[in-house]
């Protein structure tokens, strides 16, 4: 364990680090997948079909494709960032698919009646979709949206491995391999890292949940 | 209604009769050679239909016969492939914000409430004049509290729907289209989801709008209610009106076949 004691606080570092691309993933694609869910139950046909693509292409691709391309692929026409905001745009573009279709789950859960009853009273679409429908599909939401925010969690690792660099994954690559630290010991710090980040997750996810407990 | 309309149309020529005298006095809503198909089932035919102002028309008829598409069609709940349907002279428009404008004015009440799951019985009667109209939320609280004690439910204010019973929720459903000062309410089977003895605080309540001059269609088959507070039955049969006329001269003397047939299926238990 003194592969863990004696790097405390690259540990640390690198938990610290790891956790501000989660918070600034979560952030991202939970706006950039209301976003998308959002298109895919417009009214306008071209927003629907724009939703769907964008599900349909990025869901079925793999993360490490979606990572080299945003880090590789966007120089070579031009576009230049840093790892840290490719990778981050990479994580959250990737993310935000499923978490649409988390959404778009608890937006089919709210009974068609309440859509039109919003739309009776003169709500416009996006005024009965912030007002009433999202609100409650939100509630039913959180179960599987909050295990695509837990996935992204640990595809974090993806992104730190493509060399956005002293996050937590890298500080337990550096030490193996470039230190001789050994390999089990060193990667037990890392999965504690991570499980340090997903537990609290997931119960805050769970208490959120009973918190908005709605009898319908 | 200034002359009876002339039976020109041989088909329905023994049903039509000319339309009663409604206490009325100009088109409110308006609708002329309207057609919709759902797939293949053509569910509204030729529909024409004007609704004078103040005027309480009561539209009846077999499951399946068109009438609660053609009470949401009036507010484009459902679309319609053609014909025009006007309310106070405006035309329906397609889609958006014109749209949400015009169907502000038109009151809806559900068969099954639709009452907003997540907010309290006055947030769901306030929204509408908050978002929509613009009143400011102390006064929309008033004029809620003032539309709740209208329907008869005082006390639960700060309850959600869930909470209350079936009637309870109707009638909220009610004080919501009225919090919108509409032109005209339109009623989809409001009491058919119902418990038997919650239909009658219901119907009271509808009652009291229609004797306070409010304009109303109602898609319904409480017989009873057609009698007492309707000025026209509206009898509706595979998509088409059949027969128009007072609700007292439609139950003791109705004209074509199949009101007959209808009315005696539902009148003789």
Redesign the interface.
Known sequence: MDAITQNLDLFWSGFLRSLTICLWGAVGSLILGTIIATCRVAPVAPLRTFGTAWVTVIRNCPLTVVLVMFAFGLPEIGINADFYTFGLAGLIIYTSAFVCEGLRAGINSVSAGQAEAARAIGLTFTQSLTQIVLPQAFRTSIPPVGSVIIAMIKNSAVVGAFGVGRDLFSVGESLTSAQGYAALPVLTGVAIGYLMMTLPAGLGLGALERRVAIAR | MTDAPTDTNPTDSAARTPEPAAPTHRPLVVLEKVNKHFGDLHVLKDIDLTIGEGEVVVVIGPSGSGKSTLCRAI?R?ETFESGTIQIDGVSLPD???EL??L??????V?Q?F?????KTIRENVT??PI??RGLDKDKANERADQLLKRVGITEQADK?P??LSGGQQQRV?IA??LA?DPKVMLFDEPTSALDPEMINEVLDVMTGLAKDGMTMIVVTHEMGFARRAANRVVFMSEGRIVEENTPQEFFTNPKSSRAKDFLSKILTH
């Open positions: 507010n709940l889609e958006g914000k949400a404008k169907r502000a004015d038109v009151g809806m559900f099954s639709n009452l907003f799951a997540h929204l509408g978002k929509v959600y869930a909470q459903a919501r289209a919108m």
